[in-house]
């Protein structure tokens, strides 16, 4: 296929009436008269071989093709937004745009709530929006990253793509203040024996899969799509939980709980900010990138991490 001789004002066209699915409504949605988005449709119907929306009564459903063209429909139109608006200069004191990033709740406590300070106090017409990272980061990291402005999630778990280290976190394990059933220190007989509360994003959570090597088989008795409440859940019980220290000292004033070392070396958490390619070169992104390392490098230089 030969990218030059491509509209691409065909991909706003495609968009539209495969969501709206109406040549009217599409057209109204972009600005273009009914019969020019019937004559875009008629193109993209050429193109595709294939008739995209097929009438069904009174109204119009997708083809096979037309539902699989929906979502990479959606992702090449975020990506060549991105791209179009890529910046040769940044000034963040007068900018206004939105950065939309992915992160865990455990990094948006630890990491993203001093970044947002940051942002607050040098750029205030700049936006933060923090979004669940997906199960799917493994597999579609590339299509997540070219919809994003970036992805906050420790090494080891993707590559491939350019990333900044922030800074480091230890793993520390959780056990209710008044658990009669452990000592002093944690055994690793405790781990094999105790029940466990457990992120349930496993990729999330490469010191878990180092017990393993151990092994150590978790006895998984409650999982929870939250770094955040697994103290919670573990006060008051006999479960333990393995999460990171910098936010076990954020969350111990709110749960009755002792922070104990692990009874092994545990892997240490590299946490980074990865983007997409597109992204390297854009003025906006270069100042996000140099934001995000001042406040991850003010973080590694705080004491009892």
């Given amino acids: 296929m030969n990218l030059a001789r491509l509209d691409l004002n065909l991909v706003v066209a495609l968009r539209a009436l495969l969501e709206e699915r109406n040549v009217t409504r599409a057209g ?54 991105r791209l179009f608006a890529s910046q040769a200069h940044f000034d963040p004191a007068k900018e206004s745009r939105e950065f939309r990033l992915m992160a865990s709740d455990y990094a948006v406590a630890v990491f993203g709530t ?11 017409g700049i936006r933060l929006r923090f979004s669940q990272t997906p199960p799917t980061v493994v597999d579609d990291t590339a299509t997540l990253l070219s919809a994003t402005d970036g992805l906050l999630m420790p090494h080891g778990v993707v590559s491939g793509f350019p990333a900044t280290d922030l800074y480091e976190d230890r793993w520390v394990f959780v056990v209710s203040a008044d658990h009669s059933g452990v000592g002093d ?33 978790p006895r998984v008795e409650v999982s929870v799509d939250s770094f955040q409440l697994l103290p919670l859940l573990v006060a ?16 111990t004033p709110l749960a009755t709980v002792r922070v104990m070392p692990p009874p092994y070396e545990a892997v240490p958490l590299r946490e980074a900010l990865w983007w997409h390619p597109v992204h390297t070169h854009d003025a906006a992104h270069i100042w996000l990138r140099e934001t995000a390392a001042r406040v991850g490098k003010r973080l590694t230089e705080t004491p009892g991490a």
């Fill in 185 to 217: 220190r944690l055994t690793r007989a405790d781990l094999a024996r105790l029940p466990w509360v457990t992120y349930q994003r496993t990729y999330d959570s490469p010191a878990v899969r180092q017990l393993g090597m151990l092994g150590i088989e």
């Fill in 28 to 81: 109204e949605r972009i600005g273009l008269s009914q019969p020019a988005m019937s004559a875009a449709l008629a193109r993209l119907r050429r193109h595709f071989d294939d008739e995209l929306l097929a009438r069904v009564g009174a109204h119009y459903e997708l083809t096979a093709l037309g539902q699989v063209l929906l979502d990479r429909t959606s992702t090449a139109y975020d990506l060549l937004e």
């Fill in 236 to 251: 008051g019980t006999r479960r333990i939980a393995l999460v990171q220290a910098r936010l076990a000292r954020l969350l």
């Fill in 114 to 124: 001093e970044l947002a300070r940051v942002v607050h106090e040098e750029a205030p």
